[in-house]
């Protein structure tokens, strides 16, 4: 069953959209990581170029402001500095107003904003004449952006300094706006492309998903054949496939017909060697019939083998049960006429996924085993174990056998009643050919009529698909 177990754990591996070993989940993957990367590099440069755009327009304000005080200013005769029209913006006269202007010359106290009430800004002696600087100050409370030139008066040689600056919280505030729709914007456009990239694995790869049923179908025995009714690109795949299987056919075809010869070959001799010895008692020809019966034995089971595997890899058969368990009956029953009563029970609508002469040889192994060793009484019962496993009962009323002899009855020629004839090969060959299967036979002791119980258990074939019989 470890075979049988491996495929489970892969097809529900294969079943999970999104598993461990999932395409899908492949590509989403790359797909998040491209989109990740490729999100954070444009949401930076869309930042810090829109961060640039406002902060330059504010500084383009500040030097606009700063060329209007120039030009407005004048000096006295007293030697006074004056502006020779009012400056525009009302906030230069209220204090605290955020937006603050400053006239210094070296030797005299600075001339000051109204809205600069009891403060002054420092001044920055590193810029050039005719020059700007734009720093940021820390006066009090408020982070001021300042802008700073020297630049003198028509007609007077004094050099002067002047400054204009503004509370950057409005500055800063826009700009966390704008980083914040630039997070937002772009957290929603990678979550939109991974939603797209999802669908696009899923619907996608939904060809990939239907070649796994077509597969499942085909293993089942529901088709014989895939389907080629795909995309460009699983079309030759599909091809592929059937041909695999037409391979697997035609090699188990050829296995059938190479064991059917090698039977005939071998026998044929071995019935003409056993009929010239078989009236006569020397020590030859008692050693001739002993040995030609081993050799019967060795040749019955290997080619019960040979065939159940040359008929496994067709991997597509399906066998009703009960047609095979009625035919069984009837055949036994005739085999011992009047002595043997056989009972059938369970459900009759069950189907082997596997070939129907298989399934006659182990049922009907166990079955005339019963009817030989039991008391005359026989009960089949057929049941479904599982979704994928059926059982096949048989229970006889004669007196059983202890547990500890159980397993020696799988070894080949092993017979514990040696009076009745046989070769002490249908056990042997019963648990081989269900293995091969995937299956398995068990003994035990039937409840109801005290004797033995043989369980096999084989796997089921759809009952969904179509009831092909083998």
């Not at 998903?209 to 895939?226: C, L, M, N």
């Not at 059926?390 to 070894?411: M, N, T």
Request: proline share 4%.
């Amino acid at each position: 069953m470890a075979a049988t177990e491996l495929a489970e754990t892969l097809d529900a591996r294969a079943s999970r959209p999104f598993g461990p070993r999932s395409l899908s989940r492949r590509m989403l993957a790359i797909a998040a990581a491209w989109v990740g990367v490729m999100l954070l590099i444009g949401g930076f440069v869309l930042d810090r170029t829109v961060a640039a755009i406002i902060v330059d327009n504010f500084d383009a304000q500040l030097e606009s402001r700063l060329d209007a005080m120039i030009a407005s200013v004048e000096l006295s005769e007293e030697g006074e500095l004056r502006y020779a029209r009012p400056l525009s913006d009302q906030r230069y006269l209220e204090p605290y107003s955020q937006l603050y202007w400053q006239i210094s010359r070296k030797g005299q106290a600075p001339y000051r904003s109204r809205s600069l009430w009891d403060r002054q800004l420092p001044v920055d002696t590193s810029v050039q004449k005719d020059g700007l600087l734009f720093t940021d100050v820390q006066l009090g409370e408020e982070l001021l952006r300042v802008i700073e030139r020297d630049a003198t008066l028509p007609g007077v040689p004094v050099m002067f300094h002047f400054q204009i600056a503004q509370d950057r919280s409005g500055l800063d505030a826009q700009l966390a706006r704008v980083r914040t729709t630039v997070l937002v914007s772009l957290g929603v456009l990678g979550l939109g492309l991974l939603i797209l990239a999802a669908l696009q694995a899923v619907y996608g790869l939904r060809p990939l998903r239907r070649v796994r049923a077509e597969i499942a179908a085909v293993r089942s025995g529901a088709v014989q054949r895939v389907s080629t009714d795909y995309v460009s690109e699983v079309t030759p795949l599909m091809h592929g496939i059937n041909e695999l299987l037409e391979q697997a056919e035609d090699q188990a075809d050829a296995a059938r017909r190479h064991a059917g010869n090698l039977a005939h070959a071998l026998k044929t001799p071995m019935t003409v060697l056993v009929n010239e010895s078989a009236d006569k008692d020397t020590p030859l020809a008692i050693t001739v019939r002993r040995q030609i019966m081993s050799m019967r034995r060795h040749v019955d089971h290997h080619l019960a083998r040979a065939r159940a595997l040359g008929r496994r890899g067709a991997l597509n058969m399906r066998s009703s049960v009960w047609p095979s368990l009625e035919a069984l009956r009837r055949t036994v029953e005739r085999m011992y006429p009047g002595a043997v009563t056989i009972d059938l029970d369970g459900a009759d609508n069950l189907d082997f996924l596997g070939e129907r002469q298989d399934l006659e040889e182990m049922a009907g192994n166990l079955i005339d085993n019963a009817a030989k060793y039991g008391g005359g009484r026989v009960f089949v019962t057929v049941k479904a174990e599982t979704d994928d496993v059926l059982v096949i009962e048989v229970e006889d009323d004669g007196p059983g056998i202890s547990p500890d002899e159980r397993a020696s009855l799988f070894q080949r020629g092993a017979r514990l009643d040696t009076d009745k004839p046989g070769t002490g090969l249908g056990l042997a060959i019963v648990r081989d050919v269900a293995e091969i299967y995937g299956g398995r036979v068990e003994l035990g002791e039937s409840d109801d009529l005290g004797g033995l119980c043989a369980r096999l258990f084989l796997p089921r074939a759809d009952q969904q698909g179509s009831s092909m019989s083998a």
